[in-house]
């Protein structure tokens, strides 16, 4: 079977092949991937990577002129195992068509192929956050890969690999709805994660609101007014310019997210990440017995969470949760 690149098309009629090849390009210029205002956007290598880590020496400790200095230890911590994703997608083109001049509905579909290519890079890197509350792999049609400490992304029971330390909570227990005063409590939660040995972290960024398009209005309103938006007195809004805001289509229910769940992250801090192995790729064959053109895009990615810090979540439903 001979498989074509688009820098060697040998074209099946003259020039259909190179005018494929435009709007393919012209698809990919129309819809650019936006996953990356809120994870982390990498190039992969391989096949599989294995991500794990290490917690710090501790604190140092106190110690009498003349005894020995206090010995500490360090641990490793889970290990999170990522394999790539295949994502693709063919349309076929018949010779007669092609003779015809008739193809202009191939070449609009080829154009929503390459489309497609981007447009499932951003809805794939939005079920992080919609398979956020469950271990779930296949979550609206992408594979997942999460922490290796076997709880949801935004749970409130992280264990931890250092004897003697408590679990840790990046979720609320009780469902909160998104607000002003509930807004508080992510943004101390946030401020408030330890490292897997109790010390204590440093945000280091921006803090970033993720909502569905029902409840932007509310998200703008607490990042953007300059008094209190609950409330008629004339309290300031401390959250105004401190957050960002980004909303996503997919996370709305009809998309197969929930139309009240909420987070707050610190983009580039956390590890909710979005990785390309391989980019979109449009190749075409040719069926020596049918004359068939076929025409293919596709690609290799992974969506994974390499840690759960620096990433808070509320399903928004009033409900508890405790996984």
Known sequence: MFIESRGTWTDLIA????????????????????????????????????????????RISAFNDGDDLPGGRRYKTYTTIVNYNNYGKSV?????????????????E??????????????????????????????????????????????????????GQSTQSNASSTGIAFGHDN???????????????????????????????????????ETESE???ETANNAINVYKGAMDVVTSTFMASLNGGSDTAWFVVIPGRHRLTHEVRQAPRLEKD????????????????????KDWRRTWGSKGDLAAYSS
């Open 15 to 58: 020039g259909v092949g190179l005018q494929i090849a435009e709007v393919f390009d012209q698809g990919q210029e129309e819809y650019q991937s936006g996953i990356g205002a809120v994870l982390n956007v990498t190039s992969g290598e391989g096949a599989q990577k294995n991500f794990t880590g290490k917690t710090g020496i501790g």
């Open 183 to 221: 807004l508080e409590t992510a943004s101390v939660a946030l401020i408030q994660q330890r490292t897997d040995d109790g010390l204590a972290m440093a945000l280091m960024g921006k803090p970033t609101i993720v909502v569905p398009p029902s409840l932007q209005r509310e998200a703008r309103e």
């Open 92 to 108: 076929d083109v018949t010779k007669n068509n092609m003779e015809d001049r008739d193809f202009d509905a191939q070449l609009d």
């Open 286 to 305: 040719v069926n020596i017995k049918n004359k068939v053109a076929t025409f293919t895009v596709d690609a290799r990615w992974a969506d994974y969470a």
């Open 110 to 163: 080829m154009k929503d192929l390459s489309v497609a290519a981007n447009f499932s890079q951003d809805e794939s890197g939005t079920q992080l956050f919609n398979g956020g509350f469950a271990t779930t792999v296949l979550v609206n049609g992408y594979n997942m890969t999460y922490y290796g400490d076997g709880v949801p992304t935004f749970s409130t029971v992280h264990p931890t690999v250092v004897p």
């Open 227 to 229: 008094l209190d938006p």
